[in-house]
């Protein structure tokens, strides 16, 4: 069973626009961590932000901000007035606590975000 | 610091070689981990270390072999290149506990033609 999806293969907006970025995850354990990464074009993996199961605080970087919402088990990412430079694919990954199965992140698919000027 | 390296960056082998892809950390992590990332289909876990002289494998390791004799160093080898392993290569590290994030290094572009 797929345990991070991110619905969205492409998203297309023009410049200045929001855009919400959405992951949904599944998993058993009562202590996790979801994180989000950026893949620009240049292929580099920039880590962006990690958020563990007890802390459902909504957090903001600048223009970007993370909504985790345990009850719908979402991490969601939004892209406030969004730029030319935002454009890549973004990536959400899990970390299980007791992970029975293999350590190591469990990545989405990700999205692909074009960013139009 | 020069974090996660790997080499080659680019590479093309044939149907039926071998190599090996090169991964180097100077941060003094005790885990580190391979992943294969194919267009949409995000990454895969191929094989991981929890230390030196201590691998386990992932999601998809058929077709590769990896060994940790050392800290810095985890390098993955192909045997008998096949089509399907045509793919981006990441090599990760991270310090201990499933909360830290993974640093990457830059990847390796295979071709298998």
């Known amino acids: 069973a797929q345990k991070v999806t991110q619905a969205q293969t492409e998203i297309s907006v023009v410049e200045k626009e929001d855009v919400t970025l959405d992951c949904v995850y599944e998993?058993?354990?009562?202590?996790?961590?979801l994180f989000w990464y950026k893949q620009p074009p240049s292929g580099e993996l920039v880590f962006l932000i990690r958020?563990?199961?007890?802390?459902?605080q909504n957090e903001i970087s600048g223009r970007y901000s993370w909504n985790f919402q345990k009850s719908t088990s979402s991490f969601n990412f939004t892209i406030t007035a969004s730029q030319v430079v935002d454009s890549a694919v973004y990536f959400c990954a899990l970390s299980e606590y007791s992970g029975g199965g293999a350590d190591g992140l469990t990545f989405g698919k990700g999205t692909h975000l074009i960013i139009q000027p | 610091n020069a974090g996660v390296t790997q080499t080659p960056k680019f590479r093309i082998l044939k149907i039926g070689q071998s190599m090996t892809l090169q991964c180097a950390q100077d941060m003094n992590h005790n885990y580190m981990y391979w992943y294969r990332q194919d267009p949409g289909m995000g990454l895969k876990l191929i094989y991981y270390?929890?230390?030196?002289?201590?691998?386990d494998k992932g999601e998809v390791p058929n077709g590769y072999n990896v060994s940790r004799s050392t800290t810095e160093d985890f390098p993955l080898r192909l045997e008998l290149a096949a089509p399907s392993q045509t793919s981006v290569y990441f090599c990760?590290?991270?310090?201990?506990?499933?909360?830290?994030?993974?640093?990457f290094g830059s990847g390796t572009q295979l071709s298998v033609l």
């Open positions: 998993t058993r354990d009562t202590t996790y961590y």
């Open positions: 990760a590290s991270r310090r201990q506990g499933r909360s830290e994030k993974l640093f």
């Open positions: 270390s929890v230390g030196a002289g201590i691998t």
């Open positions: 958020r563990n199961s007890f802390d459902e």
